[in-house]
């Protein structure tokens, strides 16, 4: 690491059980098929993009349902 700085620790991605959709992506958030947190909107509206804390960005309908 450059200038004696650490690299900030790693944590790995969550994931989801299941395959993604072969060929077709589902209407409303690609992952609502296989999603355990997935409610009413999911199904049928795409979940905007918006700041989920510092340097990251999330799609999901929970972000916004005070959930």
């Known amino acids: 690491v450059r200038g004696g700085a650490e690299a ?3 944590t790995p991605f969550a994931t989801i ?3 993604p959709p072969a060929g077709v992506i589902p209407p ?3 992952f609502h098929p296989r999603c355990a947190h997935a ?3 999911c199904p049928e509206v795409v979940p905007a ?3 989920a804390g510092p ?3 999330a799609a999901c ?3 916004g349902a005070g959930r």
């Open 55 to 57: 340097a990251h960005r």
């Open 49 to 51: 993009l918006v700041d």
């Open 39 to 41: 409610f009413e909107p």
């Open 28 to 30: 409303g958030c690609p």
């Open 61 to 63: 309908h929970l972000l």
């Open 17 to 19: 059980a299941g395959a």
């Open 8 to 10: 900030p620790p790693k």
